[in-house]
């Protein structure tokens, strides 16, 4: 049933709750979006989006034009589902999947066009990747950066690696086009998973692939890494399909806390 306008709208008011209530379907708004979707002139929607992020309710991404959800409207969106905390549900499934598959796994997620590492479990061989929690690295040049890279349209491509220049490099076997990181990231979608063979480290090799929310969206991405000579082409199936059970473990945890 449609609900009854209030007796004494205020427009603005009105304006700044609906675009919030964009963030519930699309990770990240622009300009053009909001004043389409509000039906008002980009002046006032340049004056919304100025308000709330003033308030951390959106932040503009650095260098970027489009805007997400900021940490005043994440705060609320965690305390509506007890405070969830992706860390905190998915650190005993990172700990049970770095024994399982014998190597550090990470919980990563986009920053930009980079992708921060959230937290990790190492494996207890003494030769082993250690943990990058806390680092950022550029997402082309990681598997949970490209596992998360191939969920975007090629607009938000565009924005984070404009065609024609050059991509940022970790080693000489990162990719430096971004022809060749359209060309990867076709093959990521095709086959479901991502790697990494010596792109952020000269030895290290890496799988990962997406955790999903109710909706379907990426929201953050469980990679397995390895010395470079311990985890050949053949032995990456295996790996991919237990991070893949690790993650669909971490999305009914997740929805299971949203629905209770």
């Given at each position: 049933?449609?609900?009854e306008l209030p007796a004494y709208p205020i427009s603005s008011v009105d304006n700044a709750l609906r675009l919030l209530l964009m963030f519930r379907d699309r990770q990240r708004l622009r300009l053009s979006?909001?004043?389409?979707?509000?039906?008002?002139?980009?002046?006032?929607?340049?004056?919304?989006?100025?308000?709330?992020?003033?308030?951390?309710?959106?932040?503009?991404?650095?260098?970027?034009?489009?805007?997400?959800?900021?940490?005043?409207?994440?705060?609320?969106?965690?305390?509506?589902?007890?405070?969830?905390?992706?860390?905190?549900?998915?650190?005993?499934?990172?700990?049970?999947?770095?024994?399982?598959?014998?190597?550090?796994?990470?919980?990563?997620?986009?920053?930009?066009?980079?992708?921060?590492?959230?937290?990790?479990?190492?494996?207890?061989?003494?030769?082993?990747?250690?943990?990058?929690?806390?680092?950022?690295?550029?997402?082309?040049?990681?598997?949970?950066?490209?596992?998360?890279?191939?969920?975007?349209?090629?607009?938000?491509?565009?924005?984070?690696?404009?065609?024609?220049?050059?991509?940022?490099?970790?080693?000489?076997?990162?990719?430096?086009?971004?022809?060749?990181?359209?060309?990867?990231?076709?093959?990521?979608?095709?086959?479901?998973?991502?790697?990494?063979?010596?792109?952020?480290?000269?030895?290290?090799?890496?799988?990962?692939t997406v955790v999903r929310n109710a909706r379907g969206t990426a929201i953050a991405a469980i990679n397995a890494s390895s010395p470079a000579t311990r985890l050949p082409k053949k032995k990456q199936l295996?790996?991919?399909?237990?991070?893949?059970?690790?993650?669909?473990?971490?999305?009914?945890?997740?929805?299971?806390?949203?629905?209770?």
């Amino acid at each position: 049933m449609q609900k009854e306008l209030p007796a004494y709208p205020i427009s603005s008011v009105d304006n700044a709750l609906r675009l919030l209530l964009m963030f519930r379907d699309r990770q990240r708004l622009r300009l053009s979006d909001v004043s389409a979707s509000l039906d008002v002139a980009h002046s006032t929607a340049h004056r919304l989006l100025a308000m709330l992020a003033y308030h951390d309710f959106v932040r503009q991404e650095p260098n970027l034009r489009t805007y997400i959800a900021g940490p005043a409207l994440v705060d609320i969106g965690f305390a509506a589902v007890r405070n969830m905390d992706i860390r905190t549900h998915a650190r005993p499934i990172l700990e049970a999947l770095a024994e399982e598959v014998e190597e550090t796994v990470h919980l990563a997620q986009l920053e930009g066009n980079k992708v921060r590492y959230l937290d990790a479990a190492e494996c207890s061989r003494i030769l082993r990747v250690a943990a990058r929690t806390g680092q950022l690295l550029p997402a082309n040049c990681t598997a949970t950066g490209k596992a998360l890279l191939a969920e975007l349209s090629t607009e938000h491509l565009d924005e984070l690696f404009p065609p024609g220049k050059r991509l940022p490099t970790s080693t000489r076997h990162s990719e430096s086009s971004r022809k060749a990181l359209d060309a990867e990231l076709s093959r990521v979608r095709e086959q479901g998973y991502a790697t990494n063979t010596r792109e952020s480290d000269e030895d290290i090799v890496s799988v990962a692939t997406v955790v999903r929310n109710a909706r379907g969206t990426a929201i953050a991405a469980i990679n397995a890494s390895s010395p470079a000579t311990r985890l050949p082409k053949k032995k990456q199936l295996q790996v991919v399909r237990q991070l893949q059970s690790g993650a669909r473990q971490l999305e009914e945890i997740l929805a299971g806390i949203v629905d209770g």
